[in-house]
């Protein structure tokens, strides 16, 4: 080393945790006082040309190495670094001191090609030592947590206290124990993985002797000091498998860190370890100021005095537990007594807020990327959409160009398989000029991005190829369909002729009734975007009449001999068929008239059929009462008919599911006295030997009604009279309920309507207005 260096025999071998705030600030230390002439980090060599950009100004961590087989970007491996991580802070200050910096892993080529260990190496069964070193030395020194082990054997101790060297020998001999009674704990990646390190820090001392730094795991250290010879290493190196393989930096995120996201060699508390690096000074009364400004921003009260007593309270309990400091463990329990009143409620919003926080890092314009993420960075900025970490909703009126842009954008994005955005249900409407979104960028969309690239240049043109591609591969017709509204909803003009195509052949082909009534509700919704977006709609408008009539001619044969499995899954085909039909309006079935009218004859044909299953029947009679194609007279008979005595009680219980189920089921037996009394006659009359076979039809049926509904109905039937006479006798005898209205009570009302709809302007000729009422009411 140069003048004003430390003295030490061999490189300076830092061994440290990955993503510790404690091991980074050491790093520091020990970096500023060595002053090395290269540093040397774990990670994959390929990066070495990108370390530069570590250096710019708009390169914000958290941020991650992203490397991918080139001619299979799904294969791919991360290297995260936050800004408390070791290796990051290494990097920094090489680059800050115009230091070298390298990075000595196994190349990326390799690990991406090596998919799994060869075998077992020495020390096979000892995987968990291996998966979690931290854990072992937890449980050695009587600790049951490792993160409060490594908290108050480094965090909480400083850097040494004038020897920054301290908390690395420390780790190196407690690691050496470990690798000595372990060996590399059963995988023999890791022997290959150091043989490299090994090598690699060979050719750094042949530039400088004593000037090189190695910041790695602190797994790795007893390897790398242990001598080897290199021919050894080589062998161990020879004939690894190898891909081609590109690599770049990605944003990553704290939530990405947590172990608790599904990063398996993160932490638990990023956002936590993260403070602890940042604060200059009083780290607990730092965190519980932000977390009652956190707590307030959601309205709790929170003030001064309780941060003090949360203070007080965490540095108590550190004492009693016998700990340096307060740690994340007593700082939660003190925020839960005092500023959350003993609820786990707020401790939550705490926990994902700032222990885990949403942290979204940044990385420069001048970073590789495939062209298709250049063309998606590019439309982000022109359309304000900056990617997030955090969930968000955001609403969007497609008759404003830049918020159509935007859905267009989302919609293509979601046919490459890019889950940026979910469509959410629109608040305070169902129009079509309006369209929700839930937003939030996670670090894997970036391979997504590089796996979609192979598409197309552009997110169009690549959205474009994927859609043909994708209706040549579609297995059934409900995919077509559903391509061709994705086709509508995305804007792409040029993969409709080839989706329509598919869409016509395969409708004529397909001759499975549920096959139709799956892929006519997509093909009907993709006729209402026509208006909003300026698609045409003329060919699929003609698909979707032919399609309809199909299912009119098909449905009722099909519909016959059903089990009760089929017949609820037609049951959910006949509704979505009706739904459909009503979109299409009233428009002309091929040779048939009206669709409207077509629909209404089949349904009254499954209404009559005794073939056709109880479920299926009771339905077609709800969708024509719905409709107003058919009084409530004859529904009311046709039930009467069907709860008969005569009738199997298994098939009536299902007639009522059909009739009367679903969440808006209730509303029409609350609403309509007759319906209720025909039903709760029935059930009085059930006989004890078929109640037990009808209850879990019944079950279902009002399970599904809301809270309220359930209580009114049961409220009407408790009101009812004790003895079961005329159906519509019984239920009208309850309070509330009768055959004609009751004026009385609804002049009550009139005074206020007046008072509404203001005094009436006819000269008081109207004879609402001579007896006091407002002109046009009438009782």
Not at 358 to 385: M, S, W
Not at 470 to 480: I, K
Not at 761 to 776: M, N, S
Request: charged residues 25%; hydrophobic residues 45%.
């Amino acid at each position: 080393m140069t003048a004003g260096k430390a003295d030490t025999a061999g490189p300076l071998l830092l061994g440290v945790r990955h993503h510790g705030p404690g091991s980074a600030r050491a790093v520091r230390a020990v970096l500023e006082e060595a002053r090395p002439d290269v540093v040397l980090i774990e990670g994959p060599p390929e990066a070495d040309a990108l370390l530069p950009l570590a250096a710019e100004e708009d390169m914000r961590p958290p941020v991650a190495l992203l490397a991918h087989a080139v001619d299979e970007p799904g294969r791919s491996a991360f290297w995260p670094l936050a800004g408390f991580s070791p290796e990051w802070v290494a990097l920094r200050w090489a680059l800050e001191h115009k230091v070298p910096a390298r990075f000595i892993d196994l190349p990326a080529a390799h690990t991406l090609a090596w998919e799994d260990d060869e075998g077992p190496g020495p020390g096979a069964g000892d995987e968990d030592v291996r998966a979690d070193p931290l854990g072992a030395l937890a449980e050695a020194a009587g600790y049951d947590d490792a993160e409060r082990w490594w908290e108050d054997a480094v965090e909480h101790r400083g850097t040494g206290e004038g020897d920054a060297m301290a908390s690395f020998t420390a780790l190196e001999e407690a690691m050496t124990a470990l690798r000595e009674e372990y060996g590399s704990g059963g995988h023999r990646r890791d022997l290959v993985r150091e043989a490299h390190m090994r090598l690699r820090i060979r050719e750094a001392r042949r530039e400088s002797e004593d000037g090189v730094a190695v910041v790695c795991g602190a797994w790795h250290v007893p390897a790398l000091r242990r001598k080897a010879a290199v021919a050894a290493d080589r062998a161990l190196l020879k004939g690894l498998p190898r891909v081609k393989t590109d690599m770049t930096w990605v944003p990553w995120t704290h939530r990405r860190l947590s172990r608790a996201s599904g990063y398996g060699a993160g932490i638990d508390s990023p956002g936590w370890y993260g403070h602890l690096f940042d604060a200059p000074d009083r780290p607990v009364e730092r965190w519980l100021a932000r977390v009652a400004g956190l707590l307030r921003a959601e309205d709790r009260l929170v003030s001064s005095a309780h941060v003090i007593e949360a203070v007080r309270l965490a540095e108590t309990l550190a004492v009693l537990r016998g700990r340096p400091l307060p740690g994340l463990s007593e700082t939660a329990d003190a925020v839960r007594a005092v500023m959350c009143e003993g609820s786990d409620v707020p401790l939550a919003l705490v926990r994902d807020r700032l222990v885990v926080g949403d942290v979204l890092g940044e990385v420069p314009a001048a970073a590789p990327a495939v062209p298709l993420q250049r063309d998606l960075t590019r439309l982000q900025r022109r359309l304000r959409l900056k990617p997030e970490a955090g969930k968000r909703e955001l609403d969007l009126d497609l008759r404003k160009e830049t918020d159509a842009e935007r859905g267009r954008l989302l919609h293509r994005l979601r046919l490459l398989g890019i889950g940026w955005g979910e469509p959410a249900a629109v608040r305070g409407g169902t129009g079509t000029f309006r369209e929700t979104w839930r937003l939030s960028w996670e670090p894997e969309l970036s391979v997504r991005v590089a796996e979609a690239g192979v598409w197309g240049t552009t997110v169009r043109a690549a959205a474009t190829a994927k859609a043909e591609a994708d209706a040549v591969g579609a297995r059934d017709l409900a995919e077509v369909t559903g391509l061709a509204e994705q086709c509508l909803l995305a804007a792409l003009p040029e993969a409709l002729p080839t989706v329509m195509r598919l869409l016509t052949d395969r409708a004529a082909l397909d001759t499975d009734v549920g096959h139709l009534a799956q892929a006519l509700p997509a093909l009907v919704r993709s006729l209402r975007y026509g208006d909003v977006r300026g698609t045409g709609t003329a060919a699929l408008a003609e698909v979707a009449a032919g399609l309809a009539e199909r299912i009119f001619v098909g449905l009722p044969p099909a519909c016959a001999a059903l089990d009760a499995d089929a017949a609820d899954e037609m049951r959910r085909h006949v509704d979505a068929v009706h739904g459909a039909v009503a979109l299409l309006g009233d428009a002309p079935a091929p040779g048939h008239g009206k669709l409207r009218a077509r629909w209404q004859s089949v349904l009254r044909t499954l209404s009559a059929r005794d073939t056709v299953p109880g479920v299926l029947r009771g339905r077609s009679v709800r969708l024509l009462l719905d409709d107003g194609e058919l009084a409530r007279d004859e529904a009311a008979r046709l039930m009467g008919l069907v709860l008969s005595p005569g009738t199997p009680a298994a098939d009536a219980a299902a007639w009522i599911e059909g009739f009367v189920g679903g969440p808006d089921g209730g509303l029409l037996l609350v609403h309509d006295e007759r319906l209720l009394g025909l039903v709760d006659t029935w059930l009085t009359d059930v006989p004890a030997e078929a109640f037990t076979d009808v209850l879990p039809l019944l079950r279902r049926t009002f399970s599904a009604y809301e809270p309220g509904v359930r209580r009114t109905l049961g409220e009407l039937v408790r009101r009812g009279p004790g003895a079961r006479g005329s159906a519509a006798t019984a239920v009208s005898a309850a309070p509330g309920f009768a055959p004609d209205p009751d004026t009385a009570r609804a002049d009550a009302v009139l005074p206020v309507l007046r008072l509404l709809l203001g005094p009436d302007g006819d000269d008081g000729d109207d004879e609402g207005a001579r007896d006091g009422r407002p002109a046009g009411v009438t009782a």
